[in-house]
Structures are given as structure tokens and as C-alpha cells.
């Protein structure tokens, strides 16, 4: 019995540890579990029969930042694009060609450290590179606020939504998002503290001061962010506001679901065209 209980000792210390490294290490590394950046741009709109203009501009701290604008003829509305946290804007191209093809001008940035953009990401200057991107749009493509629908998603969105409770533009859309990271993150990693937790991304606090449209989407099927965020995500955003459900995994619902997809962007494009 005594050694059994020695045993238990050594087991229950060796697991303690083993816990303890494992929580150090993932609090350490935070930013790691959340940015997944890729610098080489694989492809261009040129490769999909877009015309675009490859641009730099600079932050408010002088980062240089990487960005394409692709222009539509006759365009009424310009979709300002903030992605996710994997890969670059160059993974974005099938989004980019749907939206150019609903006649909408688009501008699609990197944030720091993904694709050309120098710099690191962390919470703070996606949120700053974002208001920054916004600021070069208007004022040098002369184009006026209310002619913009901010889009984000997954990551992007809750960037979105804090730029979105900054401003008025024409509309937002926010599709494949959460509600806050903490709540996220407690989800994927329940045996981690929610008070080590270094980062907010506090979307639904910042869709408190969104009171223009909004549309929500989210995948039935999302295999990352799961559907019950879409649905809190709707349920804290102020009229006017939209849900659509999609289906298909968190990458490419929007690609799966086309025949639901396109038709709620153009009702919604259209709905709010005078807003």
C-alpha cells in the first residue's frame, strides 16, 4: 500500500510539472497561438484577371505597411477587407474576385508581419495598422466614408468591429467571428487560466457603438470558429442588423455556400445602397 500511495505521489508531481511547463510555455508563446503570418505572396489579382494597385503606406508610427486596391468600373461602393490571422492577403483572392464581381471597388491591406508589411502583430497595432489603412483609403483615393462597407473575418472581424465602433460608414459585415478571445480561447483550451489570457478582441463590446447595418454570417459547419459565435455575435449587435447562415468549413464556407452567399451580399448591398 505504501508504495502505491509513493507511486501516486510521483505520478501526481510528474503531471503537476508536466502542467505547469505546459501552461508557461502557451502563456510565453500567446502570440504564437494566434498570428500565423505568411510573408511570401504566392499570387496576385493580375493571376485571377484583375487589375489592381500594388500600394505602401505608413502608420501612425511609421510602419510600412502592404496593401492592393482593385478598382471596378463605375463602382458606387468600396469593401474595405480585413482578413483573418493566417497566411496574407495573397489567400484572399477568390474572396477579392467575389466581391469585385458585386461591383464593389476593394482594398485589402496586411497587417504587420504578414505578407510585405514590416513589423510584428500584436492585438493593439492590428487595431492601429486597421484606422491607419482607413485613413490612406479616404484620403487618397478621394473616396468618402459613406461609401465604404467594412468587412471582416474570423480574427477580422472583431478588428473590424472595433474600427467599425470608431467610425459611420456605409454598413459592416462581420462573418466567421467570435465574441471575444478569452471566450474563444477557453473553449479550445479549457485547462488554460482566462486570467493569463493577454488578449481581448472584444467584439461584441465594440458592436455596442455599431448602430448602422450590419450583416452576420457564419457556417453551420465552421470547424473553428463554431456556429454559437455567429449566433452571440447577432444577438449583441443593434438593429438594423442580419443573419445569414452558410454551410461549410471556416475557410471556405463562402466558396461552398455561394448560392446563399452571393445572393444575401447583394441583397444587403443593395438594402443599405442609400443608407
Known amino acids: 500500500m505504501q508504495t502505491f500511495f509513493t507511486q ?3 505520478l501526481f508531481f510528474v503531471l503537476t510539472i508536466g502542467y505547469l511547463i505546459l501552461i508557461a510555455l502557451m502563456y510565453i508563446f500567446q502570440s504564437k497561438l494566434i498570428y500565423f503570418p505568411l510573408t511570401n505572396i504566392d499570387l496576385t489579382p493580375k493571376d485571377i484577371g484583375l487589375e489592381y494597385e500594388s500600394i505602401i503606406f505608413e502608420t501612425n508610427d511609421k510602419t510600412k505597411l502592404h496593401a492592393w486596391y482593385i478598382q471596378k468600373k463605375d463602382a458606387k461602393t468600396t469593401l474595405f477587407f480585413l482578413h483573418g490571422n493566417g497566411g496574407n492577403i495573397s489567400h484572399r483572392l477568390d474572396s477579392i474576385k467575389l466581391f469585385n464581381s458585386l461591383g464593389m471597388n476593394v482594398f485589402i491591406f496586411d497587417y504587420r508581419g504578414y505578407g510585405k508589411s514590416k513589423g510584428k502583430a500584436n492585438e493593439q497595432n492590428t487595431y492601429d495598422d486597421a484606422k491607419s489603412a482607413w485613413d490612406y483609403l479616404l484620403k487618397n483615393k478621394n473616396i468618402k466614408d459613406k461609401d465604404v462597407i467594412i468587412f471582416g473575418r474570423s480574427l477580422g472581424g472583431a478588428i473590424a468591429a472595433k474600427l467599425g465602433s470608431q467610425l459611420k ?5 462581420l462573418e466567421s467571428t467570435f465574441t471575444t478571445i478569452k471566450e474563444f480561447a477557453s473553449d479550445i483550451y479549457p485547462f ?3 486570467f493569463l489570457i493577454n488578449y481581448e478582441y472584444e467584439t461584441t463590446k465594440y458592436l455596442k457603438n455599431i448602430n448602422y447595418p450590419i450583416l452576420i454570417i457564419h457556417s ?10 455567429g449566433e452571440a455575435v447577432f444577438k449583441n449587435a443593434n438593429e438594423p442588423k442580419t443573419f445569414v447562415k452558410i454551410k461549410g468549413n471556416h475557410n471556405y464556407g463562402f466558396m461552398e455556400s455561394k448560392h446563399i452567399y452571393i445572393p444575401a451580399l ?3 448591398i443593395q438594402e443599405n445602397e442609400f443608407y
Do not use: C, G, L, V
Open 192 to 194: 488554460f487560466p482566462e
Open 169 to 173: 460608414p456605409k454598413a459592416i459585415i
Open 8 to 10: 501516486f505521489k510521483i
Open 266 to 268: 447583394k441583397r444587403f
Open 220 to 229: 453551420q459547419d465552421d470547424n473553428i470558429i463554431p456556429f454559437k459565435y
